[in-house]
């Protein structure tokens, strides 16, 4: 079967420097894989490269069909201007961009998907509230929101339980559970290891460079965890040139 | 009610170069209304302030090639406040240096450069022209340029309005989603420079954003979501232009900073009585709500 997404021995560098090194390996279709690693390990900058919103230093990030070629992408919430007067009703409309873009109008079908997904969420009759008005964990429930009305294939969530509290958690993991179902591939950015080993099928272990990645009993192992505890998270200014895969 | 009319509306009623003036400022206050309030959204309320003063060296460049000619001062303006815009973005996206940052280097680059053009082939009274403007001197030709600008303004937020709340909310998921938040970000900076030449025609250079600014940061204190803020702004920028004018005309001010002052006045009263989070608000104890 043809995965959904191929890394192709990808590398990503800030200041010359690999966050992301000599990474490769496919994500199947409708996998739902948790990316797990100590801080600075690369994920989030993983994450970002599949998104597009980076560009490989080496290597290369091949997306294969079906699907609109969407990507439903919940950044960590430090990235978002929580202070910016929207509606919660309109930032789950941002979702749609992919079919309104920046002229279309929102038709009633539309409308519908929009009350849809903040049924779902657990906010039917926030609409009118402001999204910075809400708590942590309610604005993350519209971000959940945003990504489900944008109908996506490919699912991306940066850390989105960071600072969650477990009701929180357990709906979103529910949300979580209902995309696999549906078959959309999922990327999950996660610190939670018993959270990894009780949700997740599949498992990305990385500290920079790729420790472990397949089914999720096989790559949390002690020796792997281990391994990827003792990456060092400094630069050294004098490293040498890499010469080739990690 | 002899005093009010005398006050009011008399000059406007009986000088036509006051009209004109209140033309003027009414052109420019439909522009800068939603042009003050997105600068505020996206933190670049001071960003405001240098590029207006950027538009300078390309006033003077235009003044020294045509004397005194609107068309040459406006198109120079624009040339140079677009070029500090535009290299300004382009640092930012492409160096480690923040945007406020390479703004303030290209503009300081850019306002000493027309200060030296204007001291090397103007006088005194010319750089005081360029740098604080004359409402009450707007010809036919200006008069026409603001309304121009405006309606293209206007234009140009309706076709870039949802792009931008995207763009200022969270950029990154635009991006995922195909969406064009660079191209986005460089139109509007085009709409901002087109409004900084508008007003430098009637305020000056040095206080072009202050019918920008002041309303965009009053209506804060008045409305909640964006385009209550845009219609707030638009309203107390039109308040302000014709206050002003009244005001500079019966005690004998001059135009733009009575203009600039009323809208200071408004920002200040919002501050305290504004509805939205306004002072008074905040000290008035309220009874809570049960949920």
């Given at each position: 079967?043809?995965?959904?997404?191929?890394?192709?021995?990808?590398?990503?560098?800030?200041?010359?420097?690999?966050?992301?090194?000599?990474?490769?390996?496919?994500?199947?279709?409708?996998?739902?894989?948790?990316?797990?690693?100590?801080?600075?390990?690369?994920?989030?900058?993983?994450?970002?490269?599949?998104?597009?919103?980076?560009?490989?230093?080496?290597g290369t990030?091949?997306?294969?069909?079906?699907?609109?070629?969407?990507?439903?992408?919940l950044?960590?919430?430090?990235?978002?201007?929580?202070?910016?007067?929207?509606?919660?009703?309109?930032?789950?409309?941002?979702?749609?961009?992919?079919?309104?873009?920046?002229?279309a109008?929102?038709?009633?079908?539309?409308?519908?998907?929009?009350?849809?997904?903040?049924?779902?969420?657990?906010?039917?009759?926030?609409?009118?509230r402001?999204?910075?008005?809400?708590?942590?964990?309610q604005?993350?429930?519209?971000?959940?929101?945003?990504?489900?009305?944008?109908?996506?294939?490919?699912?991306?969530?940066?850390?989105?339980?960071?600072?969650?509290?477990?009701?929180?958690?357990?709906?979103?993991?529910?949300?979580?559970?209902?995309?696999?179902?549906?078959?959309?591939?999922?990327i999950?950015v996660?610190?939670?290891?018993?959270?990894?080993?009780?949700?997740?099928?599949?498992?990305?272990?990385?500290?920079?460079?790729?420790?472990?990645?397949?089914?999720?009993?096989?790559?949390?192992?002690?020796?792997?965890?281990?391994?990827?505890?003792?990456?060092?998270?400094?630069?050294?200014?004098?490293?040498?040139?890499?010469?080739?895969?990690? | 009610?002899?005093?009010?009319?005398d006050?009011?509306?008399?000059?406007?009623?009986?000088?036509?170069?006051?009209?004109?003036?209140?033309?003027?400022?009414?052109?420019?206050?439909?522009?800068?209304?939603?042009?003050?309030?997105?600068?505020?959204?996206?933190?670049?309320?001071?960003?405001?302030?240098?590029?207006?003063?950027?538009?300078?060296?390309?006033?003077?460049?235009?003044?020294?090639?045509?004397?005194?000619?609107?068309?040459?001062?406006?198109?120079?303006?624009?040339?140079?406040?677009?070029?500090?815009?535009?290299?300004?973005?382009?640092?930012?996206?492409?160096?480690?240096?923040?945007?406020?940052?390479?703004?303030?280097?290209?503009?300081?680059?850019s306002?000493?450069?027309g200060?030296?053009?204007v001291?090397?082939?103007?006088s005194?009274?010319?750089?005081?022209?360029?740098?604080?403007?004359?409402?009450?001197?707007?010809?036919?030709?200006?008069?026409?340029?603001?309304?121009?600008?405006?309606?293209?303004?206007?234009v140009?937020?309706?076709?870039?309005?949802?792009?931008?709340?995207?763009?200022?909310?969270?950029?990154?998921?635009?991006?995922?989603?195909g969406?064009?938040?660079?191209?986005?970000?460089?139109?509007?900076?085009?709409?901002?420079?087109?409004?900084?030449?508008?007003?430098?025609?009637?305020?000056?250079?040095?206080?072009?954003?202050?019918?920008?600014?002041?309303?965009?940061?009053?209506?804060?204190?008045?409305?909640?979501?964006?385009?209550g803020?845009?219609?707030?702004?638009?309203?107390?920028?039109?308040l302000?232009?014709?206050?002003?004018?009244?005001?500079?005309?019966?005690?004998?001010?001059?135009?733009?900073?009575?203009?600039?002052?009323?809208?200071?006045v408004i920002?200040?009263?919002?501050?305290?009585?504004?509805?939205?989070?306004?002072l008074?608000?905040?000290?008035?104890?309220?009874?809570?709500?049960?949920?």
């Open positions: 079967m043809t995965p959904a997404l191929s890394l192709r021995d990808v590398t990503v560098t800030y200041d010359r420097h690999p966050a992301v090194h000599h990474v490769g390996g496919d994500f199947a279709q409708g996998s739902l894989t948790a990316l797990i690693g100590p801080n600075g390990a690369g994920k989030s900058t993983l994450v970002k490269l599949i998104a597009g919103l980076l560009s490989p230093s080496e990030v091949l997306r294969h069909g079906p699907g609109d070629g969407g990507i439903g992408y950044p960590q919430m430090s990235a978002i201007d929580d202070s910016f007067p929207i509606t919660v009703h309109d930032v789950v409309a941002l979702g749609l961009w992919r079919r309104i873009g920046a002229f109008p929102v038709t009633g079908g539309m409308l519908g998907r929009i009350a849809a997904a903040l049924e779902a969420v657990g906010l039917a009759g926030f609409e009118d402001l999204f910075g008005a809400l708590s942590a964990g604005r993350q429930r519209v971000l959940f929101a945003r990504v489900m009305a944008s109908d996506s294939r490919l699912i991306l969530l940066d850390e989105p339980f960071s600072a969650m509290d477990e009701r929180t958690i357990a709906d979103l993991l529910h949300l979580i559970e209902r995309w696999h179902d549906e078959g959309r591939t999922q999950v996660l610190h939670d290891i018993e959270l990894v080993r009780r949700f997740f099928p599949d498992c990305l272990l990385m500290a920079r460079g790729l420790v472990a990645w397949g089914a999720t009993d096989t790559v949390l192992t002690p020796e792997n965890l281990a391994r990827a505890r003792s990456m060092s998270e400094a630069w050294f200014p004098d490293a040498d040139i890499c010469q080739g895969a990690a | 009610m002899n005093l009010l009319y006050a009011a509306i008399a000059p406007f009623a009986d000088f036509a170069f006051m009209r004109r003036a209140l033309v003027a400022i009414l052109a420019l206050a439909l522009g800068s209304g939603p042009v003050g309030v997105f600068l505020v959204l996206r933190r670049m309320s001071l960003i405001g302030d240098t590029m207006a003063h950027s538009v300078l060296p390309g006033a003077a460049l235009g003044f020294m090639i045509a004397g005194l000619s609107l068309p040459a001062m406006s198109l120079g303006g624009f040339i140079a406040g677009l070029a500090v815009a535009l290299l300004s973005g382009l640092v930012s996206r492409h160096t480690p240096q923040k945007e406020d940052a390479s703004f303030a280097s290209f503009f300081l680059i306002l000493a450069g200060v030296l053009l001291s090397l082939k103007g005194a009274v010319d750089l005081m022209h360029v740098l604080f403007g004359s409402v009450l001197a707007v010809d036919d030709a200006a008069l026409l340029l603001m309304a121009t600008i405006s309606s293209l303004s206007l140009g937020f309706a076709a870039l309005y949802r792009a931008l709340i995207a763009e200022c909310f969270d950029p990154a998921f635009l991006a995922t989603a969406g064009r938040g660079g191209l986005a970000h460089t139109a509007f900076l085009v709409v901002v420079v087109l409004n900084m030449v508008s007003a430098f025609q009637a305020l000056g250079t040095l206080m072009a954003v202050g019918l920008m600014m002041l309303p965009a940061t009053a209506a804060r204190f008045w409305a909640r979501d964006v385009w803020m845009i219609l707030a702004a638009t309203g107390i920028a039109l302000s232009g014709y206050l002003g004018l009244a005001l500079s005309f019966s005690a004998d001010l001059p135009s733009g900073p009575a203009i600039v002052l009323t809208a200071g920002y200040l009263l919002s501050l305290i009585a504004g509805v939205k989070d306004g008074i608000w905040r000290l008035v104890a309220r009874r809570h709500l049960s949920a």
